[in-house]
């Protein structure tokens, strides 16, 4: 079975503040992927890489930046958090040949005070 | 705007009976999928139909899909209190890469 794991389920975070999310997945997908999802507007795509070291922009990347330095890894990083950013966000991985279904961690929900 | 849209975007039954949820999407796609999301939990795919594929099923789960009306539906049937979650239908469009586009979802509850 894939298994995509997140490191926190829950975080509280003050304004200004650095964060970091980092998610693992332990089946040599080449596509990982940031989602936040938000009441009402569904699930919005951060940024997903393809392969190690490799980026792109989603729909919303202003105020994030992501770091994949090894394959199974994919980190999304809040430079300075700000409340807007209060929210659910998921990470997922795919295979690259197929580009279909993708399989999600259990999500992180982050509070900024 | 969102390329998938459900439709409703809340749903109550009761156990036994049998839900539908409809998606509709604006652009050519490659395939359409569908997921569960339980209460607070990431999503876990269902099933996928691709665009040459007018209907497929999987354990109780059915899903339709007409390109010429943009849209796809959903269809639990004998429901259980266990199938109480938010449902999402998320697009490949043949223009987006690696990319899904996901809609809103719905939101069933299935009352014992």
């Known amino acids: 079975d894939v298994k995509v794991t997140q490191s926190s389920r829950y975080l509280v975070k003050r304004t200004g503040e650095k964060v970091f999310l980092e998610c693992v997945q332990d089946?040599?997908?080449?596509?990982m992927f940031w989602y936040r999802q938000d009441p009402g507007l569904g699930l919005r795509l951060i940024y997903f890489?393809?392969?190690?070291?490799?980026?792109e922009k989603g729909d919303i990347p202003e105020g994030y930046s992501v770091s994949r330095e090894k394959k199974e890894r994919f980190s999304l990083i809040l430079e300075s958090a700000s409340t807007n950013q209060t929210s659910m966000y998921l990470c997922?991985?795919?295979?690259?040949?197929?580009?279909?279904?993708?399989?999600f961690g259990p999500g992180t929900r982050l509070l900024v005070l | 705007s969102q390329q998938g849209e459900e439709d409703p975007q809340a749903l109550s039954i009761q156990e036994g009976e049998n839900a539908t949820m409809n998606c509709s999407y604006k652009t050519s796609i490659n395939n359409l999928q569908w997921y569960r999301q339980n209460s607070g939990r990431g999503l876990v795919h269902l099933i996928l139909?691709?665009?040459?594929?007018r209907e497929k099923h999987s354990g109780r789960l059915r899903v339709t899909l007409d390109t010429s009306k943009k849209s796809s539906s959903l269809l639990i049937t004998a429901s259980r209190a266990a199938d109480t979650a938010s449902y999402f239908c998320?697009?490949?469009?043949?223009?987006?890469?690696?990319?899904?586009?996901f809609g809103g979802g719905t939101r069933l509850m299935v009352k014992p």
């Open positions: 089946m040599d997908h080449e596509n």
């Open positions: 890489s393809y392969d190690v070291k490799m980026k």
């Open positions: 139909i691709r665009s040459n594929e």
């Open positions: 998320a697009t490949d469009p043949t223009n987006a890469g690696n990319m899904l586009t």
């Open positions: 997922a991985s795919s295979w690259w040949d197929t580009q279909e279904t993708q399989y």
